[in-house]
């Protein structure tokens, strides 16, 4: 955010101007606007800088917002301002570490604070509503109870519950309900009925921390024990890029430096990438270390959400662990974060505030001088520079935990094969003989649907997104057309609409194709897909994964598969349609492909059974492959990094995106040309646009571009914080929708 001065909200209605230097309220509202407003604080109360973090209700124009205080003004004579409506908190509700984090996430994005504030606050209390209690509860006699219980019928409900928490009063504490749930059937009844005659109140718990036990786990090897001891041998900041081979035990190092945290009584976050990671997750964490593990997701509601967030301000959550947006969660007694597969292109956010989890996740490690732990098989690029530059200490596990070995990677080309729905008979036989050895196979295609294409045999015809610049994915067998960039739903036509024809094939293949395929060829074993048709809700991935269990089956999935899951069963991995990622104008995507065919290739041999991985390709001799094949991630990394210094592309340069959609491309040109103009001949950054976006139509709109590069971080900002501002009073802006990308992670 710029550093704008407060501005007065246009007075819509009758109000006083206050003596000149009063001192008022600037409150940051979710509002795509770049400043504060000045409102007169809520009649009977002073403005003070003790009110900063605090939540108020106000007025703006004919409706009311929820804001933050950010800061306190002077009023100025002869400015009306209105009043404040209420206070929503007795003492700030951000303050501190948290506090300022967002302001500085504010600023390094360019996005308006009360944004910022909206994003990172759970629904409830962007809506105003109170912090939710968090606290247990437990019941307890009142005086007239234990006067009046020796008159109360024996062997009722009322007199055995009174007998209860008599028991309890004599040593000195109330009953907390889980107790009685144990010690008593249906004594909810008999505790309202003595409530409603004044014998029994229900009373708020004390929070106790739970003592951490660490339950029995696999020794560590030395490679885990070195990581381990670097992780909590020292004090304050530090950033640990945690790199090991799949099936190399990371988790067990996040376990025991988390342990190693709670027995200093300090709280722990843990970052996943995916939802489907969190359950896995979540049971091994319970089981290891002996205490309640809250979780912050999106498959939670919005109350759920809000508990565990109160829950963690309070210090009464030991343990988080979350998808992206948990990087918001308050910790007052934080001791240690974990960014799990931080590689992962899901802890971007992008849409809205534009923030990378991972990376606000170091800033705010910095700001509350503890570690943070990055892991991932294949870590990013830029976490790999930084570790290379000794920004970050490099920790290597290079072999796989107990007695798993790596997969025999194959490379099969299958140029001139007979292909029966995108598998070759090669991959057929071999997936029959992993089965019949009572093992688990893997099926790897990330695209998801019934084929990419609806094609006409006869004309050439494919059936296109009425509002997208892509054709439409089938669903269902063929009988349903689905975008999979604005949603939009369609029947699959009987007819050619151009010639007539019935001759119309689903051309390519998705996970449902297979899924068909797989099921008619092996019609004697469990067939699963998991995609996002399939685990869209709670639970869903863990409930399909657990109808496979053991048993020898097949898994067809997309990348949700690739994501840290441990089968140990699974001893066949087979990738079907790299091809597609083989060629691509994004600069990330070979980095990309490159990850996700690691990852996937990781989820084989993670036990005693040996693993194998078959790349099905029509280009065996593509440079990317046999540098994987033949050399692993660091050969990769360390050709991707030479072009890209060449190219001036992230570690080596800064990037910042303007993005512009108007129905009119004209509109979203003129706007961006405007943008440009805002910034100075001599500035030190480079321009590219306004150029159309690799899909110049989506959801109806034309959407264009501008990409501003420089090779230093501060020059580029110093760019921002002059142009940001001045954009918001373009004419040309009002016509467009518009949004601004710091450090994108894709072109799109």
Same mark, same amino acid.
């Given at each position: ?103 500085? *996430?504010?600023?390094? #994005?360019?996005?308006?604070?009360? /944004? +910022?504030?909206?994003? !990172?606050?759970? =629904?409830? &209390?962007? @809506? $105003? ?112 890029? *945690?790199?090991?081979? #799949?099936?190399?035990?990371?988790? /067990? +190092?996040?376990?025991? !430096?988390?342990? =190693?945290? &709670?027995? @200093? $009584? ?135 935990? $107990? ?75 063929g009988r349903r057309l689905q975008c999979h960039h604005c949603g939009a739903r369609q029947p699959a036509p009987l007819a050619c609409p151009d010639c007539g024809s019935l001759a119309l094939q689903p051309q390519g293949i998705g996970t449902e194709r297979l899924e068909e395929h797989l099921v008619e060829a092996f019609a004697d074993y469990p067939v699963i897909r998991i995609d996002r048709g399939t685990t869209n809700r709670r639970d869903a991935l863990e409930s399909q994964l657990a109808r496979l269990g053991d048993q020898p089956g097949i898994l ?193």
């Amino acid at each position: 955010m710029s550093s704008a001065p407060a501005a007065p909200v246009l007075n819509l209605e009758s109000a006083p101007a206050p003596a000149p230097g009063a001192p008022t309220l600037q409150v940051a509202l979710p509002l795509p606007l770049p400043q504060l407003f000045d409102y007169a604080p809520p009649s009977g109360f002073l403005a003070g800088a003790d009110n900063i973090g605090r939540r108020v209700r106000v007025p703006f124009g004919s409706r009311e917002l929820v804001g933050v205080v950010a800061g306190v003004g002077c009023a100025y004579a002869d400015t009306p301002l209105r009043d404040a409506r209420e206070w929503l908190d007795p003492v700030p509700l951000l303050d501190g570490e948290l506090w300022r984090s967002l302001q500085w *996430l504010a600023r390094y #994005t360019h996005a308006p604070l009360g /944004e +910022v504030v909206s994003t !990172a606050l759970p =629904a409830p &209390l962007r @809506r $105003g509503e109170p912090v939710p209690d968090t606290h247990r509860w437990g019941w307890q006699l009142t005086a007239d109870g234990d006067a009046q219980r020796v008159r109360l019928r024996a062997g009722t409900r009322p007199q055995r519950l009174c007998q209860l928490l008599a028991d309890a009063a004599g040593r000195g504490t109330a009953l907390d309900e889980d107790q009685l749930d144990d010690l008593m059937d249906d004594w909810r009844s008999a505790a309202r009925s003595l409530a409603k005659r004044g014998l029994v109140e229900r009373v708020a718990q004390v929070h106790v921390a739970p003592v951490p036990m660490l339950g029995a786990g696999p020794m560590p090897n030395a490679e885990q024990a070195d990581a381990v001891a670097a992780i909590t041998g020292g004090t304050g900041f530090g950033t640990f890029l *945690l790199e090991g081979v #799949t099936g190399s035990g990371k988790t /067990e +190092v996040y376990l025991q !430096a988390i342990a =190693a945290c &709670l027995a @200093r $009584g300090r709280q722990a976050l843990v970052l996943v990438p995916e939802i489907g990671l969190t359950p896995q997750t979540l049971a091994r964490f319970r089981t290891r270390l002996g205490i309640p593990v809250h979780v912050l997701h999106s498959g939670l509601n919005d109350n759920e959400r809000a508990r565990v967030w109160a829950a963690a301000t309070r210090g009464e959550a030991q343990v988080i662990v979350g998808t992206r947006s948990a990087v918001f969660t308050p910790l007052p007694n934080a001791g240690l974060i974990v960014v799990d597969e931080e590689h992962d292109g899901s802890y971007k956010q992008q849409d809205g505030i534009r923030y990378h989890a991972r990376d606000f996740a170091l800033v705010r490690a910095k700001a509350l001088d503890i570690p943070v732990v990055l892991g991932s098989a294949t870590p990013s690029l830029e976490s790999l520079h930084n570790a290379r530059s000794g920004r970050y200490v490099h920790l290597r596990l290079k072999q796989r935990a $107990g007695e798993a070995r790596p997969p025999r990677v194959r490379v099969l080309d299958v140029r001139k094969r007979p292909l029966r729905d995108g598998l070759s008979p090669e991959v057929l036989e071999g997936i029959a003989g992993h089965l019949q050895r009572g093992h688990q196979v893997l099926v790897f295609k990330n695209r998801r649907g019934y084929a990419p294409v609806l094609l006409c045999h006869d004309c050439g015809w494919t059936a296109p997104c009425r509002r997208c610049d892509a054709p439409m994915t089938v669903h269902a067998g063929g009988r349903r057309l689905q975008c999979h960039h604005c949603g939009a739903r369609q029947p699959a036509p009987l007819a050619c609409p151009d010639c007539g024809s019935l001759a119309l094939q689903p051309q390519g293949i998705g996970t449902e194709r297979l899924e068909e395929h797989l099921v008619e060829a092996f019609a004697d074993y469990p067939v699963i897909r998991i995609d996002r048709g399939t685990t869209n809700r709670r639970d869903a991935l863990e409930s399909q994964l657990a109808r496979l269990g053991d048993q020898p089956g097949i898994l067809v999935g997309t990348q949700i598969l690739a994501k840290g899951h441990d089968l140990p069963k699974l001893t066949l991995v087979v990738v079907v349609g790299i091809d597609e990622g083989l060629f691509s104008a994004d600069f990330r995507a070979s980095e990309k492909l490159a990850q996700q065919l690691i990852q996937v290739a990781g989820r084989a041999g993670r036990a005693t059974d040996p693993g194998e991985v078959w790349l099905q390709t029509h280009h065996p001799g593509h440079p990317l492959l046999e540098t994987l094949v033949h050399g692993g991630y660091h050969a990769f990394a360390d050709a991707e990094l030479q072009q890209r210094d060449a190219a001036g592309f992230p570690p080596f340069a800064y990037l910042a995106l303007l993005r512009a959609e108007a129905q009119q491309v004209e509109h979203a040109n003129a706007m961006l040309t405007a943008v440009r103009g805002l910034i100075a001949e001599d500035a030190p950054v480079e321009r590219f646009g306004p150029m159309p976006a690799p899909m110049p139509r989506r959801a109806g709109y034309q959407r264009t571009q501008l990409l501003l590069s420089a090779p230093k971080r501060q020059p580029l900002h110093a760019v921002l914080d002059a142009m940001v501002p001045r954009i918001h009073g373009l004419p040309e802006a009002r016509k467009v929708r518009w949004s601004l990308d710091v450090d994108p992670t894709d072109l799109y």
